[in-house]
């Protein structure tokens, strides 16, 4: 178990018993154990340990929750959470703990539920933070149509970055589980998972880089589907999603464009407004002489990062026609 893992079960335990003084509340495996297991009452529950949760990276906790293989009840453990999250795991029946004490535990006659305390919140190890080069020899991984990697040198090329970036990412993807090495290559594990990795990095590291503009509507927004883009342009988002399956209405809208926001005013129906209702994105992904098409994986992080249920919803459709309904 990390460093960071225990401490986050541990402050989350002692916060927990200082507001609940005449309950048991204490780990009953050593504290370095892979397989953590804490007592609270009467009750032993087998841990998962998050960092900070919220909706935009739910599915990456929802998953590690489901993937836990034990026959005791099982709690989650977070340094942080978003109420969103909370209230959200909740409903679907998941004990939880933060830092700060506040959970909501219900097991056989075991109920607590505690809010409002000040969260702490234990940064993640630099090394799982990855810079936009990363991001994107992440992204590079994930898209591939093989399980096994491609070199080093041909992610390198192909993201315009340096062998030692893909190094450091391969590195960091075989410390957290998501790649592993045999005398034939590197291969990924699991891309369904790598893929709530990825979103995370990217809406939390990339999206506010390549974001270029904000703009308003001039017209009514109802008519988003008559806009004229320019060439290498492309909707993203729920509009995106609304194109590929028709599930979502949008409440949203993004572009990803290899022109300026220039051309989109030029248009006539868009206008600057740092408040705006529509962001544009740079198309990174796009290389000389490719055609413009809206990637289901960037559709998945656009969703997961609108933080809200519908959108939520929607970004499981889209995670199902990537990668089938798994259980």
Not at 4 to 26: C, D, F, G, H, W
Not at 252 to 258: G, L, N, R, V
Request: include cysteine; aromatic fraction near 8%.
């Amino acid at each position: 178990m990390k460093k960071q893992e225990i401490e986050i079960i541990e402050t989350a335990l002692r916060n927990l018993q200082s507001a609940l003084p005449t309950v048991v509340v204490k780990r009953l495996t050593p504290r370095n154990s892979n397989t953590p297991i804490v007592q609270i009452g009467a009750i032993a529950f087998s841990c998962v340990v998050r960092g900070d949760v919220k909706p935009s990276n739910i599915a990456g906790t929802r998953a590690a929750i489901q993937a836990a293989e034990t026959t005791l009840p099982l709690l989650l453990i977070v340094s942080s959470i978003n109420p969103t999250a909370f209230d959200m795991l909740i409903n679907e029946g998941f004990a939880l703990l933060d830092m700060a004490g506040n959970c909501h535990i219900q097991q056989q006659d075991l109920l607590v539920h505690i809010v409002g305390k000040k969260a702490e919140i234990i940064d993640a190890p630099h090394s799982t933070r990855f810079q936009v080069p990363g991001v994107q020899v992440l992204y590079e991984i994930l898209v591939g149509e093989k399980n096994q990697l491609p070199s080093f040198h041909a992610l390198a090329a192909r993201t315009h970055t340096s062998s030692f970036t893909v190094k450091r990412v391969v590195d960091v993807l075989i410390q957290q589980g998501y790649v592993f090495r045999t005398e034939k290559g590197y291969f990924c594990k699991n891309k369904e998972l790598l893929l709530d990795f990825w979103t995370e990095q990217y809406n939390s590291v990339m999206r506010p880089k390549i974001q270029m503009s904000r703009l308003r509507w001039l017209t009514s927004e109802q008519d988003w589907q008559t806009l004229l883009l320019p060439e290498f342009s492309v909707w993203g988002g729920e509009c995106g999603a609304y194109l590929q399956n028709g599930f979502l209405a949008p409440a949203s809208y993004e572009i990803y464009t290899t022109a300026s926001p220039g051309d989109l005013i030029r248009t006539g129906k868009l206008a600057p407004d740092p408040h705006g209702e529509v962001t544009v994105y740079e198309a990174f992904w796009i290389e000389e002489g490719e055609a413009l098409a809206m990637p289901k994986h960037i559709l998945y992080a656009d969703l997961m990062n609108q933080a809200n249920s519908r959108s939520i919803e929607a970004a499981e459709k889209i995670k199902q026609e990537l990668y089938g309904n798994r259980k």
